[in-house]
T-cell receptor, first 116, second 111 residues
Framework: DARVTQTPRDKVTEMGQEVTMRCQPI?????VFWYRQTMMQGLELLAY????????DSGMPKDRFSAEMPDATLATLKIQPSEPRDSAVYFC??????????????FGEGSRLTVL | AQSVAQPEDQVNVAEGNPLTVKCTYS??????LFWYVQYPNRGLQFLLK??????LVKGSYGFEAEFNKSQTSFHLKKPSALVSDSALYFC?????????FGTGTRLQVFP
């Protein structure tokens, strides 16, 4: 059963620390998205990749957030330094950019980040 | 800019009654519209989509949605609600490769 895998599921850290979240997209999917979910802002698109190339990261605070896809099986989202306002659930999703299933994204279970 | 609006934060319905979760859209060109569901502590799951063709789209778990171009709406419906349908529902519009989500509507189905 193909699924998007995210680690860690839960992370508690202190302000100023570096946080790295990882995502393994579904094999064969060529688009990968990072979303952030909070009660106040809802679902925000942070960044996305197509064929591993970053296409849009306008939703990310550039000074502290970075997103990369070092290979087709791994996407990372890094926060350095972390701040309490970064506390949220971070979702990775993958999908296909072409074909009849375009737009049908598969989401991971999320990484819940708490910054103290 | 492409956007969707979900005017209701919460919808309450009794089990066995029909349910409707509302969504309106604002897009340039032909809209690609989606519904996703999120259960507690889980990621979002795809329910259904409208690309073209029939205005009534059928999806997973007995849900359907009606596309109405004149009212720019894409409401989610189910003829008979189940307690297990209680979850957070998101409407979305596709823009280039991206999905732009609404704010979500919490559906509560009471026994």
């Amino acid at each position: 059963d193909a699924r998007v895998t995210q680690t860690p599921r839960d992370k508690v850290t202190e302000m100023g620390q570096e946080v790295t979240m990882r995502c393994q997209p579904i094999l064969g999917h060529n688009t990968v998205f990072w979303y952030r979910q909070t009660m106040m802002q809802g679902l925000e698109l942070l960044a996305y990749f197509r064929n591993r190339a970053p296409l849009d990261d306008s939703g990310m605070p550039k000074d502290r957030f970075s997103a990369e896809m070092p290979d087709a099986t791994l996407a990372t989202l890094k926060i350095q330094p972390s701040e309490p306002r970064d506390s949220a659930v971070y979702f990775c999703a993958s999908g296909l950019a072409e074909g009849p299933n375009t737009g049908e994204l598969f989401f991971g279970e999320g990484s819940r980040l708490t910054v103290l | 800019a492409q956007s969707v609006a979900q005017p209701e934060d919460q919808v309450n319905v009794a089990e066995g009654n029909p349910l409707t979760v509302k969504c309106t859209y604002s897009v340039s060109g032909n809209p690609y519209l989606f519904w996703y569901v999120q259960y507690p502590n889980r990621g979002l799951q795809f329910l259904l989509k409208y690309i073209t063709g029939d205005n009534l789209v059928k999806g997973s778990y007995g849900f359907e949605a009606e596309f109405n171009k004149s009212q720019t709406s894409f409401h989610l419906k189910k003829p008979s609600a189940l307690v297990s349908d209680s979850a957070l529902y998101f409407c979305a519009v596709r823009y280039t490769d991206k999905l732009i989500f609404g704010t979500g509507t919490r559906l509560q189905v009471f026994p």
